[in-house]
């Protein structure tokens, strides 16, 4: 049963003679690109990533990463007034703190 099942997903390229699973080649030889006659269709998963832009989803998140690690960084600079009042601590203009007053 599990073999007769796995039978009917690889298909076999004679030219190259190379075994391989067109589910995951797109339907065709990755070596000369013949298609075989079942090619059977791509996982529903698969057929979706390979939809999807992966570069530009990519620089996306990246850029995402690179303001948020601005805003840290901000924050802990104590460049954003707002989050500095926030916190309980007093705000220092220009991201300077006064020292501790001793007199
Ligand atoms: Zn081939």
Excluded at 71 to 92: E, Q, R
Aim: proline content about 7%.
């Amino acid at each position: 049963m599990i073999a007769a099942r796995h039978r009917r997903v690889t298909a076999y390229c004679e030219a190259d003679q190379w075994r391989f699973d067109p589910r995951y080649t797109q339907g065709r030889c990755p070596i000369c690109g013949w298609k075989p006659d079942s090619a059977a269709n791509a996982p529903r998963w698969l057929a979706i990533a390979n939809r999807l832009d992966w570069e530009m989803l990519g620089l996306f998140l990246l850029a995402d990463v690179l303001v948020l690690l601005g805003l840290i960084v901000a924050t802990a600079a104590g460049l954003m007034p707002a989050h500095g009042a926030g916190l309980g601590m007093p705000s220092a203009p220009g991201g300077v703190a006064s020292g501790v007053r001793t007199h």
